[in-house]
């Protein structure tokens, strides 16, 4: 079963004394950890997955000679084993639009060109007066994101909730039943409104919001890319596009950063000046004659 299904999750009971069952199937992890009879282990817990449960003894049943043996789940909640996100949205109503639009209109920006000395400082400049601006007209919103919430679930469901446990904890029933069926009601709501929403960026001619919703329907999260170090590819690339360059220079690379200058290969020896033509003459043959050799 384990090689026909080799993904699903195999769970093996029984008292097996002095065996051990990881030694044949090393994907088996024992779960038991707590003596069964006097200090000993003998009953055997195996699964496929590693850690999943923790062991605790309990009494004996009747007469048996073995305890029982309490296995509890390590699983714990995903509310429970991370913390919410607190996150700042900002909300661009039209309003707000209208207002910077007119912060925009009244600033003199040649205060910026004359105030830099290079491009870089006015470009630096304007991006931080323009998020400067931003900040002070386009209100804010905080809120906390906890990692079991809905795409669908709103701020409205999350006090219709609250007010639902209210309600169990006063004991009232007529609020009691008031407030669970206003959340019902208003999870319905914001269930069509977000299956509306998503229609609707499938029917827009928009790759990107098509995408976008298909991630949010499949919950498909991107991996978190691994920088891979690689001295050499960097100087590879360094070579590569620097090729243009002066020929009596060669680029600098990640290892060595100045500049170095190329071998040149070295200048062929030049015969000296003879005046006797067949002087020139026998050296020449003698040169063909030791090449040839």
Known sequence: MEQQYPDSVIIILGDFNKANLTRELPKNKQ???????DRNILDHCYKTIKDAYRSIPRATLGLSDHCLVHLLPNYRQKLKSAKPVVRTVKR??????????????????SVFEAAATDLDELIDTVISYIIFCEDMCIPTRTYLKFNNDKPWF???????????????????????NQARN?????????????????????S???????????????????????????????DDLNVFYCRFERPNLTPHTHS??????????????????????HLLTNETHSSRFSFSV
Request: glycine letters at 2%; charged letters at 25%; one cysteine or more.
């Open 182 to 202: 206003a959340l019902n009601k208003e999870i319905r709501v914001a269930k069509r409104r977000y299956s509306e929403k998503l229609k609707n960026k499938f």
């Open 92 to 109: 661009w109503t039209n309003e707000a639009e209208l207002e910077l639009q007119a912060c925009f209109h009244c600033t003199d920006w």
């Open 31 to 37: 779960h038991i950890t707590c003596p069964t009879r």
């Open 256 to 277: 060595d950063l100045h500049f170095t200058q190329t071998p040149t290969p070295p200048a062929t020896p030049l015969l000296p000046p003879l005046k006797d033509p």
């Open 154 to 176: 709103t701020a409205e469901i999350r006090q219709l909730r609250q007010a639902k446990e209210d309600a169990y904890r006063v004991g009232d029933k007529i609020l009691y």
């Open 204 to 234: 827009a001619n928009d790759p990107a919001s098509v995408w976008n919703g298909m991630k949010q329907l499949t919950n498909y999260r991107t991996p978190a890319p691994n920088p891979v170090v690689d001295q050499q590819l960097a």
